[in-house]
């Protein structure tokens, strides 16, 4: 079928049909603008390269067809969000995305069934995001001064095996170990926030099919073992040691750790292609950082979505496709 409509605005449109997490009961004044309308205005702002509410609203000002159509999608019972409400609930926002990935991941699962053909392993990793602006050094931080005003301070230090010492952010991923990677569970940390800390709230978002974990030495970890068997899943994670290893289970894990490196490395790598995320991240700030990666793991899920809807190729040509949008 031929449409006029825009691929933002079909994806948009699509945020209206996933599965929603159960609504909570909340106290103080009634909600007037559902959730679901800042999802839409989160996607806007990731596809449009946009980080910053008065950037969004200025685009949205511009008289072309696109932004008329994205206005109304923007609107609820005749009522347009005031600049304060969409500044308050997008900041919010970051609370709930790792719940709603989660249940976007497990639809995807069901959807693209892509275990059909493959065994049911997850791969967990983190992929470090370099913070914006300036580096607080330690010396600095135990002295408690700030030396420049562009220095991120709720970001940390990690030592990455393929850049060295980064001052930034953790992505923590979960995604499918087949032939076409979803992203099912995420969550952003400082950089120096351990993975098997953040592994406990990314195995509680898995699908009930995964059976196998796999992962790196970090994940190699009592309460990560204990998060698996509880949930019947087996862990494969990387030991510490001397090496070559010689028991009888070194092949199996072989393979199975060359399966996870190509999946997460790669959909890392890609993931970051994707969304302009090789260099610092255009936000500053925990919560405006954990807006842009959560945001814009979400945004792929609905990509994905949208060309299984479609009948396009899933991964593939996704970076040309979400600029194009």
């Not at 170990?177 to 978002?205: K, M, Q, T």
Request: hydrophobic letters at 40%.
């Amino acid at each position: 079928m031929i449409t006029r409509e825009t691929v933002l605005v079909q994806l948009l449109r699509l945020i209206d049909h996933i599965p929603q997490p159960p609504l909570a009961c909340r106290r103080g004044r009634p909600v007037v603008y559902s959730d679901g309308l800042f999802l839409k205005a989160l996607a806007i702002m990731i596809v449009k390269r946009l980080h910053r509410v008065g950037e969004l609203l200025a685009v949205l000002e511009e008289p072309t067809q696109e932004m008329r159509s994205l206005r109304e999608l923007l609107h609820e019972r005749g009522r347009f969000p005031s600049r304060r409400t969409f500044e308050r609930r997008l900041r919010a926002l970051p609370q709930t995305l790792p719940e709603r990935i989660g249940l976007l991941g497990r639809h995807l699962v069901e959807l693209l069934e892509p275990w059909a053909r493959s065994g049911r392993a997850v791969a967990l990793d983190s992929t470090v995001l370099q913070a914006r602006g300036g580096v607080w050094h330690k010396k600095d931080r135990e002295a408690g001064v700030v030396p420049h005003t562009s220095i991120d301070t709720e970001a940390g230090w990690t030592k990455s095996g393929w850049h060295g010492w980064v001052y930034g952010w953790k992505l923590h991923l979960a995604t499918t170990v087949a032939g076409v990677w979803i992203p099912l569970a995420a969550h952003l940390s400082p950089a120096n926030v351990s993975d098997n800390r953040v592994a406990l709230s990314l195995i509680e978002e898995l699908p009930e099919e995964a059976r196998f974990v796999l992962g790196d030495t970090h994940y190699n970890a009592p309460e990560v073992r204990a998060a698996c068997a509880e949930s019947e899943r087996f862990l494969v994670a990387s030991g510490r040691g001397p090496y070559p290893r010689t028991d009888s289970g070194v092949e199996v894990r072989r393979i199975f750790h060359r399966l996870r490196h190509v999946a997460i490395e790669n959909f890392n790598e890609h993931f970051k292609a994707v969304f302009d995320a090789h260099g610092p991240v255009p936000t500053k700030g925990r919560l405006d950082t954990a807006r842009f990666a959560l945001g814009a793991v979400f945004v792929y899920q609905l990509a994905l979505l949208h060309r299984y809807e479609q009948g396009l190729k899933t991964n593939r040509g996704l970076k040309a496709f979400l600029k194009a949008a």
